[in-house]
Each structure stands twice: as C-alpha cells, then as structure tokens.
C-alpha cells in the first residue's frame, strides 16, 4: 500500500503577532507601548521573552491571550484573525486554543489540587472520571502528584505553581502563555517548577511564550526574544544577549527588529 506524501512539516503558526500597536493615552502625550510588535510563534516552540519592567511584556502577553485588543495590527490564533471578532468569539477561541500562567497561582483555596486541575474540564462538560484520570496525569508530569488531595494552602509556592501550571493545561491548549510564573520562587524551586513546565510542554506538544527575568530559564527555551522600542527583537540562542536584555541593554539591530527572520 502507498501513503499520500506528508507535508514536510506544517508551519502554520500557533500565534502570529503582525504590526501589534499599542498605546495608553492617559500620560501627558501618551505611551506607545507596542509600536509594530510582531512574532510567530509555531508548533511545539518554546519562546522566552525577556525584558525589563515596563517594556510591554504583559501588554503583550495580553492582546495575545486576546484579554486585550491592540489599537493596531492583528492577532492570528492558530491562522484565524482574532483582533475584530465580537467579544463571544474571541473568548470561545481562547477558551479552546489558550491556557494562560501568572506569577501568582490563582488556584481556588476551598479546593484540593486535583479539583482545581479539574474544574475547567468539568466546566467543559468532561465527565468527572476522565477529568480526574487526566488531573492526576498532569499532576504527575509536574511531579505533584503526592499533594493532589491538599488543599493550596497546604503547599508551597513551588507547589501550588506547579499545580496552577497543570490546570491551566488542563483543557489542552495548544498555546500557553506565562507572565513571570517563576518570579516568586527561589531560584533552586523555579528551577524544579520550569522542568515540570517543560516535561509537560515537550509532552504534549505546546508552544508557549513565557515572560521571564530568569535568564537561565529563558537560555533552555527554543528561542529568547525581546522587546525594544515596541517592537520585538530575536535575540536566538545566546545567553549572553539573553542576559543583557533582561537588564534592559539590548538595541534592536536594524535587521531583526521586526521579529520574522529566524
Ligand atoms: P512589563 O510587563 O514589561 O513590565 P507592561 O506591559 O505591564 O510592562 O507595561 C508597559 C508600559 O505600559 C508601562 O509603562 C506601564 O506603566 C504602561 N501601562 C500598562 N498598562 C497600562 C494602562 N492600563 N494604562 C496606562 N498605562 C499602562
């Protein structure tokens, strides 16, 4: 028997970013936060961005997960334009394509680990057994298995992190999106709490975009990017580059700046 030749490879994009403006009008003049920011990111892609305070990351982070629109540009999740659908629309598409991580866990105190893992299944119309069998999978993966019945406030932040990684998984997303979701742990437990992150990205296949300050973490991720000016900067594999952006001394060079070369 014969097989239809594949596709090489598809490189669709996951997101595509393309001339994102934004920009915030209450200060004397305004603020251009996001000035043409564009980046794709594609499937199974792990993209660390790095940049100091208040370059945009978050904003960024935002009108990606569609919890924003930008004044300019468009936004693709998974190849369909997202930037003017009515506001059902694009939650529906966040709902299905996105799972998001903060710096902060956001699980539910009255829940135990494996229900707050559950509960967005359940709020999906997953049956209870499936719901739990795949909580406690993704418990595993992020090596927290053995607290799945406690309570967030009877673990540690490593832990309760590791647990809010799995839920925010917990539906399948196809891209996952993490605003500084080590940023409150010690650096040996963010340390434990990325490897969970990415046993569980690797497995499953994710792409994702993690805001960081941690260079090292950001130095094991496919690819670093940053933004300067607005825009985004590749900043590729190197740590070193990788580490002056995170202090904020990186300019973009004139060819790279509009983030599609790779
Ligand atoms: P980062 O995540 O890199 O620290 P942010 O995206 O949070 O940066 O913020 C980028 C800039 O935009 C900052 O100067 C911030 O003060 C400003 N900013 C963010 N949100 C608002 C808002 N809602 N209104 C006015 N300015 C804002």
């Known amino acids: 028997m014969t097989t239809a030749p594949q596709p090489l490879k598809e490189r669709r994009p996951v997101l595509k970013l393309a001339d994102i403006q934004r920009r915030y009008s209450d200060a004397a003049g305004g603020l251009t936060v996001l000035d043409d920011a564009s980046l794709e990111i594609f499937p199974g892609e792990?993209?660390?961005?790095?940049?100091?305070?208040?370059?945009?990351?978050?904003?960024?982070l935002q009108i990606a997960g569609l919890l924003e629109r930008p004044d300019g540009g468009e936004v693709y999740i998974a190849g369909r334009a997202a930037s003017r659908l009515p506001d059902s629309d694009r939650t529906a598409l966040r709902r299905l394509f996105i799972g998001f991580v903060y710096q902060f866990h956001h699980l539910l105190p009255e829940f135990s680990a494996m229900e707050n893992v559950m509960l967005p299944q359940l709020i999906r119309g997953i049956g209870?057994?499936?719901?739990?069998?795949?909580?406690?999978?993704?418990?595993a993966y992020m090596r927290v298995k053995d607290r799945a019945t406690h309570r967030p406030s009877e673990m540690s932040g490593g832990e309760q992190q590791r647990?809010?990684?799995?839920?925010?998984?917990?539906?399948g997303p196809r891209l996952l999106l993490a605003d500084e979701p080590t940023g409150n742990l010690d650096p040996q437990t963010a340390a434990l709490v990325f490897d969970g992150l990415m046993r569980l990205v690797r497995a499953s296949k994710l792409s994702c975009l993690i805001a960081t300050h941690n260079h090292d973490l950001a130095a094991r991720m496919d690819r670093a990017i940053t933004l300067s000016g607005g825009k985004v900067v590749e900043l590729r594999r190197q740590p070193s580059l990788v580490a002056e952006a995170a202090a904020g001394h990186v300019q973009p060079p004139p060819a790279?700046?509009?983030?599609g070369e790779r």
């Not at 792990?46 to 960024?60: E, N, Y």
């Open 163 to 171: 647990v809010a990684i799995a839920r925010a998984v917990a539906n």
């Open 128 to 139: 209870r057994h499936e719901a739990a069998a795949r909580s406690m999978q993704l418990l």
């Open 46 to 60: 792990m993209v660390a961005m790095v940049a100091p305070s208040g370059a945009g990351k978050s904003t960024l």
């Open 256 to 259: 790279a700046a509009e983030g």
